[in-house]
């Protein structure tokens, strides 16, 4: 019987191949977090050996970081300084980036925070979409305790609103950005005015709201 020798790895340019390795790291730390990812993990859904892996990292801390870096980068290139306040063009910003790595985009907002050694850039880019969000918020918001409040949720609830699209299965994709904006304005609306029926529609059946 003939023993079967494993494929060989193609050789990549190294660029070519260090994306490869951060796309593999993205999915496979999106799925299951900093912890309880493993380096081997990350070598076999990249098609690669860990040998090949280290020549490009030096360890995982160090390839987390990069994937956080590569995620900022596309944020970056989505999202513009926010100099005159957290805009429509910010939302689209924030929903393209999503579209382009939703993994990333998971990896960045909900991962990130939960790990001690990552979470300081994540606090930070989030506090600067909140000054952005004052800025625009107190023009509309005469009380600053409201505005402030609603500065604060805005940005969140934008976040958390594409992150629930993307759950979703993105539907509608054409209206995304719209439906998102509507869940800031709501937030906005509630800083302005509390006169209106805020009762909730409730029409669970007898088995309650499906799961």
């Known amino acids: 019987m003939v023993e079967e020798?494993?494929?060989?790895?193609?050789?990549?340019?190294?660029?070519?191949?260090?994306e490869q390795i951060l796309a593999a790291a993205t999915e496979a730390f999106a799925r299951s977090g900093f912890a309880a990812t493993g380096l081997d993990e990350i070598a076999t859904e990249a098609g690669i050996t860990r040998v090949i892996l280290y020549r490009h990292f030096d360890s995982k801390t160090d390839l987390y970081q990069a994937v956080l870096d590569r995620m900022c980068v596309r944020l970056d290139a989505n999202v513009e300084e926010p100099v005159?306040?957290?805009?429509?063009?910010?939302?689209?910003?924030l929903l393209q980036a999503a579209v382009e790595s939703p993994a990333g985009f998971r990896l960045l907002f909900q991962h990130a925070l939960r790990e001690p050694e990552f979470k300081e850039r994540i606090q930070k880019f989030r506090a600067d979409i909140t000054a952005a969000a004052y800025l625009q918020i107190s023009g509309v918001v005469p009380d600053e305790a409201l505005a402030r409040w609603a500065a604060q949720?805005?940005?969140?609830?934008?976040i958390e609103a594409i992150i629930a699209w993307l759950d979703a299965g993105q539907p509608d994709p054409a209206k995304?950005?719209?439906?998102?904006?509507?869940?800031?304005?709501g937030v906005i609306g509630a800083a302005v005015s509390t006169d209106v029926d805020c009762t909730?529609?409730?029409?669970?059946?007898?088995?309650?709201?499906?799961?």
């Open 5 to 18: 020798k494993p494929e060989p790895v193609r050789r990549l340019p190294r660029a070519q191949r260090r």
């Open 84 to 93: 005159g306040g957290f805009t429509g063009a910010s939302i689209d910003g």
């Open 153 to 158: 949720l805005a940005p969140v609830v934008a």
């Open 176 to 185: 995304a950005a719209t439906r998102v904006r509507q869940a800031v304005m």
């Open 200 to 211: 909730l529609p409730n029409r669970a059946g007898p088995e309650g709201p499906p799961s």
